[in-house]
């Protein structure tokens, strides 16, 4: 017997309310199975473009942004 044969004998045996219970619990996994693609990492979306960031480009780009941010001095 497969288990799919299986879980629908042992349905068969439940009150609709218990089946009700299982169906919602099945679309919820369902939902969940579907919702579990392998993202991208923003690297891997980026790679294409031909885009060579380095860490130095970054932190110029911090020293700019937050260069002229107001202080309080304390």
């Given at each position: 017997?497969?288990?799919?044969?299986?879980?629908?004998e042992?349905?068969?045996?439940?009150?609709?309310?218990?089946?009700?219970?299982?169906?919602?619990?099945?679309?919820?996994?369902?939902?969940?199975n579907?919702?579990?693609?392998?993202?991208?990492?923003?690297?891997?979306?980026?790679?294409?473009?031909?885009?060579?960031?380095?860490?130095?480009?970054?932190?110029?780009?911090?020293?700019?942004?937050?260069?002229n941010?107001?202080?309080?001095?304390?």
């Amino acid at each position: 017997m497969s288990v799919q044969q299986a879980v629908v004998e042992k349905l068969r045996d439940l009150p609709d309310h218990h089946q009700r219970e299982v169906l919602d619990f099945v679309e919820y996994l369902a939902q969940k199975n579907r919702s579990r693609k392998p993202r991208r990492s923003l690297k891997g979306l980026c790679a294409d473009l031909g885009i060579h960031i380095t860490e130095e480009d970054i932190a110029e780009a911090r020293r700019e942004m937050w260069g002229n941010f107001p202080r309080e001095d304390f």
